[in-house]
Nanobody, 122 residues
Framework: QVQLLESGGGLVQPGASLRLSCTAS????????MAWFRQAPGKEREFVAL????????KYADSVKDRFTISADKASNTLYLDMNNLKAEDTGVYYC???????????????WGPGTQVTVSS
């Protein structure tokens, strides 16, 4: 069973950038789909970005398109989320997830990390 661990969260001002990392222990098969979700206080967990592990087949939520970039380093089993021009509404706990379906639905993902907090505030 692959275990996922996120890092890189923090407190930043609006307009700043952050890079989140998700390191996976164990092998990630080429058929896997890796994704980032986030959950703001009092709200449901929502899709942010996903990619197929084996190739650059990417998808983004409309709210982060053109500001966030999902990427992967297969040699180190690490998934990244580069976040630019952060806004207060980007605040939340960010989760890394692994699944096999090219899906934006949380229930389609079977492995989750514990999350990392991102707070955007002046």
């Amino acid at each position: 069973q692959v275990q996922l661990l996120e890092s890189g969260g923090g407190l930043v001002q609006p307009g700043a950038s952050l890079r989140l990392s998700c390191t996976a222990s164990g092998r990630i098969y080429s058929s896997a789909v890796m994704a980032w979700f986030r959950q703001a206080p009092g709200k449901e967990r929502e899709f942010v970005a996903l990619r197929r592990w084996s190739r650059d087949s990417l998808k983004y939520a409309d709210s982060v398109k053109d500001r966030f970039t999902i990427s992967a380093d297969k040699a180190s089993n690490t998934l990244y989320l580069d976040m630019n021009n952060l806004k207060a509404e980007d605040t939340g706990v960010y989760y890394c997830a692994r699944g096999i379906q090219y899906s934006t639905v949380t229930s389609d993902y079977t492995s989750w990390g514990p999350g990392t907090q991102v707070t955007v505030s002046s």
